[in-house]
């Protein structure tokens, strides 16, 4: 439980019958709250790959993307996917009259994100200018997991259209 920034960035080269250029950022926040034993945990990830070939594209929907949507509901070549979780460890949870609860972690998160497919010609940043908020789509859900979250129950629901069914998942 740190304050704390995780940065990432990564660009492949790929070549001969694989030809292709991809290009990943991402940015994580660990921020502790002042009422104890709870953070917010913000994320965002922008990816682009110059390919169309299935491998290589990305899918959103599903655990650790989307996580009130299907499960590779959206696929595509250019990507932008933002989270955030407010976690409350176990031990915040004392008082809750369940024996054992106090060994779990309560999680709130939302999550939203958008993606594109883009020809193959096109260059690795040329996309994302066609980027509009109403193209992102949003989710919200609450988890409950083990500590280190080597264990973890999703259930979420997509915010766009409310005959949608809850998504659990593991």
């Not at 660009?11 to 030809?19: C, M, S, T």
């Not at 290009?23 to 390919?51: D, H, M, Y």
């Not at 609450?142 to 080597?150: D, E, F, K």
Request: glycine share 8%; no cysteine.
């Amino acid at each position: 439980f740190r304050n704390s920034w995780v940065l990432s960035g990564s660009y492949r080269r790929a070549f001969r019958e694989f030809d292709h250029n991809a290009l990943a950022l991402s940015a994580t926040r660990f921020q502790k709250t002042v009422f104890g034993n709870q953070a917010f945990i913000v994320s965002a990830r922008i990816t682009s790959v110059e390919s169309t070939a299935e491998q290589f594209l990305y899918d959103l929907g599903g655990v650790g993307t989307l996580r009130g949507f299907e499960i590779k509901e959206f696929t595509g070549n250019r990507m932008v996917l933002l989270t955030a979780d407010y976690l409350f460890r176990g031990d915040v949870l004392n008082h809750v009259p369940i024996r054992g609860f106090d060994l779990v972690n309560l999680i709130l998160f939302a999550d939203t994100g958008w993606l594109t497919a883009r020809p193959r010609s096109g260059h690795l940043l040329a996309g994302f200018g066609s980027l509009s908020l109403r193209d992102f789509k949003t989710d919200a859900g609450v988890s409950i997991a083990l500590p280190r979250q080597i264990l973890r129950f999703d259930v979420a629901r997509r915010l766009d259209r409310k005959e949608d069914p809850w998504v659990l998942s593991a």
